[in-house]
């Protein structure tokens, strides 16, 4: 029964590491955009602090105490980034790999399991994997690979009605390891109370909303980022209710 309650434990810990990594790296994701976004317009109104400067009379005390005022907030603002954004999200800017060589098939089996017990099997949906890979190996951080893909995997699952169908293909293409994993969104789902989930609500609810051209949803920050470490790419197709959804997920099999 300890060996039992052991392994049990364990594998609590491992979901809760899971769901913190995925966490971390959507907050830190978004401090990135809001860094970007705020720049842009704080380096605009600086311009035209300046532009004003010129046509404004140097006599006039209130215009220059205004023009003041406003080249303060644009500084106070850029501090604030510098000081409470950029440094807070440095943890994951910077993503080292502990490269090895691994079995890419144990990698899949690893996520699916994971999978599995944190919301697969609670929401009754199937996983069919479709893979000719069998010997073939990755040179890459076999933590971090897992971890892309239980995320890929927990969020088709909580994207999906219950009992849904989830497909998994893996294979080889042009040297990289490709793996894409497909599912019908239901809106309903992410947003039901009633059922088991395994992401914050507020990364569910983000899902949904329409994204700029290129841009993923937050939930998918750690598989980004695991993607581009490894000389990769991650594309997430359009969610639109009730229609096919793909994610696709691919690195290279040699170090680069």
């Given at each position: 029964?300890?060996?039992?309650?052991?392994?049990?434990?364990?594998?609590?810990?491992?979901?809760?590491?899971?769901?913190?990594?995925?966490?971390?790296?959507?907050?830190?994701?978004?401090?990135?955009?809001?860094?970007?976004?705020?720049?842009?317009?704080?380096?605009?109104?600086?311009?035209?602090?300046?532009?004003?400067?010129?046509?404004?009379?140097?006599?006039d005390a209130?215009?220059?105490?205004?023009?003041?005022?406003?080249?303060?907030?644009?500084?106070?603002?850029?501090?604030?980034?510098?000081?409470?954004?950029?440094?807070?999200?440095?943890?994951?800017?910077?993503?080292?790999?502990?490269r090895e060589?691994?079995?890419?098939?144990?990698?899949?089996?690893?996520?699916?399991?994971?999978?599995?017990?944190?919301?697969?099997?609670?929401?009754?949906?199937?996983?069919?994997?479709?893979?000719?890979?069998?010997?073939?190996?990755?040179?890459?951080?076999?933590?971090?690979?897992?971890?892309?893909?239980?995320?890929?995997?927990?969020?088709?699952?909580?994207?999906?009605?219950?009992?849904?169908?989830?497909?998994?293909?893996?294979d080889l293409?042009?040297?990289?390891?490709?793996?894409?994993?497909?599912?019908?969104?239901?809106?309903?789902?992410?947003?039901?109370?009633?059922?088991?989930?395994?992401?914050?609500?507020?990364?569910?609810?983000?899902?949904?909303?329409?994204?700029?051209?290129?841009?993923?949803?937050?939930?998918?920050?750690?598989?980004?980022?695991?993607?581009?470490?490894?000389?990769?790419?991650?594309?997430?197709?359009?969610?639109?209710?009730?229609?096919?959804?793909?994610?696709?997920?691919?690195?290279?099999?040699?170090?680069?």
């Open positions: 029964m300890s060996t039992s309650f052991n392994a049990v434990a364990a594998s609590d810990e491992r979901l809760a590491h899971l769901r913190a990594e995925v966490a971390l790296f959507m907050r830190d994701h978004v401090l990135s955009l809001v860094s970007h976004d705020l720049r842009s317009p704080l380096n605009a109104i600086h311009s035209w602090a300046y532009v004003l400067e010129r046509k404004l009379d140097t006599a209130s215009a220059q105490r205004a023009l003041a005022g406003i080249r303060s907030g644009v500084e106070q603002q850029v501090k604030l980034l510098e000081d409470a954004v950029d440094k807070t999200r440095a943890e994951t800017k910077s993503l080292p790999l502990a060589s691994f079995p890419v098939r144990a990698v899949v089996e690893r996520a699916l399991e994971d999978a599995w017990r944190a919301l697969v099997e609670a929401r009754g949906a199937t996983v069919t994997v479709m893979s000719s890979l069998d010997g073939e190996r990755c040179d890459g951080d076999r933590e971090r690979l897992a971890q892309a893909l239980w995320t890929m995997l927990v969020f088709a699952a909580e994207a999906s009605a219950p009992g849904a169908q989830i497909a998994l293909k893996s293409d042009a040297g990289f390891w490709r793996i894409e994993i497909a599912f019908t969104t239901r809106f309903a789902a992410l947003a039901d109370t009633e059922l088991q989930h395994a992401l914050e609500p507020f990364a569910r609810s983000q899902a949904v909303q329409p994204r700029e051209a290129g841009r993923i949803a937050w939930v998918f920050a750690l598989v980004q980022r695991v993607a581009l470490a490894h000389g990769g790419t991650f594309e997430q197709s359009a969610l639109a209710d009730g229609e096919p959804s793909t994610l696709l997920l691919r690195v290279p099999l040699a170090a680069q």
